[in-house]
């Protein structure tokens, strides 16, 4: 076997060095998610978080949750980092999509003005949402 194929493919690989991939590929996802949301989102999440706003935190949590769950089904059903990868790409996807059709579906307000605000209530609907789709895109996963 190649490097790339050692490297990209879970079998044969010691398991102990698979699941460290695994955990390393996933806290990548993880970062590059929290990251994107945070260039989508109208404020400063860390800064809104730090203040205490508990609506920000709530859809902060959410996505982050929803993406680990994705990324659960991810590991499970797929034999290659590549694949772990795409879905983690396809969560990330589903999350925005998820948070821009919220925004289509509600135009009597902004979610990110609201979650400003620390309207809870969106913050509530936002996290459920993205858990939601992340046992959505989960189950499509396996």
């Known amino acids: 076997m190649n490097i790339i194929g ?21 806290l990548a996802v993880l970062l ?11 404020y400063n999440d860390l800064q ?6 508990v609506a920000v935190a709530l859809a902060s949590g959410g ?8 990324l659960r089904f991810a590991i499970i059903a797929n ?6 990868l795409i879905w983690g790409g396809v969560g990330i996807a589903g999350m ?17 003005d609201e979650l400003k605000k620390d309207n809870r209530a969106v913050g509530v609907i936002m996290f459920t949402a993205f858990l939601a789709i992340s046992y959505i895109v989960g ?3 396996s």
């Open 6 to 26: 050692m490297v990209t493919s879970f079998s044969g690989m010691n398991p102990y060095i698979a699941t460290g991939v695994c955990y390393l590929a996933g």
């Open 63 to 70: 996505m982050i949750l929803g993406l680990a769950n994705i």
């Open 48 to 53: 809104e978080i730090q203040k205490g706003n």
């Open 32 to 42: 590059v998610g929290v990251l994107i949301f945070s260039l989508v989102t109208h």
């Open 79 to 84: 034999s290659s980092l590549t694949g772990v």
């Open 139 to 141: 189950a499509s996963i």
């Open 96 to 112: 925005l999509v998820g948070w821009l059709l919220f925004d289509i579906g509600t135009p009597q307000f902004k979610t990110s």
